[in-house]
């Protein structure tokens, strides 16, 4: 099968790489490029644990085709951190435990993320409805939105 040649910017660094045409973006971040940290989680678009961001917008990247990032910006949650600084967000989830297994949370601090990018002051309603993409079964959803708001407030100086 011929592969296709895609260039792309992941988490602002230029990116050029081969996939199949029916390799999934989560596929070849994880496989190809060793970007490890979106997971798969039903491979269906339904948990949200592969989140990523594709031109500012978030998706699931088990349903977009490593071939379609040809030319666009992706962020994983690798982009997040500075170097060994977390942002923010990473570091009140870990300070508040709204974390377990670990299999969701790269998707819900992308999605978060997105949230807070386009709105630094939500509302508990605002973050709960922004993250219902996002399933997890370990935690019970209260620290990780607590987090989130938390995290808002600190990003905001209060």
């Not at 990247?61 to 951190?81: D, F, H, N, P």
């Amino acid at each position: 099968m011929i592969k296709d040649h895609v260039s792309t910017t992941i988490n602002g660094e230029p990116v050029e790489f081969l996939c199949d045409p029916r390799q999934t973006l989560l596929d070849v971040l994880r496989d190809e490029l060793n970007l490890t940290g979106s997971k798969e989680g039903c491979s269906s678009g339904d948990c949200g644990a592969c989140s990523v961001m594709l031109d500012g917008r978030v998706v699931c990247s088990c349903l977009v085709l490593g071939a379609e990032a040809e030319g666009r910006e992706v962020e994983t949650i690798e982009g997040m951190a500075q170097g060994e600084t977390l942002h923010p967000l990473q570091r009140v989830f870990l300070e508040e435990a709204a974390l377990q297994c670990g299999i969701c949370t790269p998707g819900f601090l992308v999605a978060a993320k997105a949230l807070l990018d386009r709105n630094p002051d939500p509302t508990e309603t605002e973050v709960r409805y922004w993250l219902a993409g996002n399933l997890c079964r370990c935690t019970g959803y209260d620290k990780i939105v607590r987090s989130v708001l938390d995290a808002a407030a600190e990003m905001r100086g209060k």
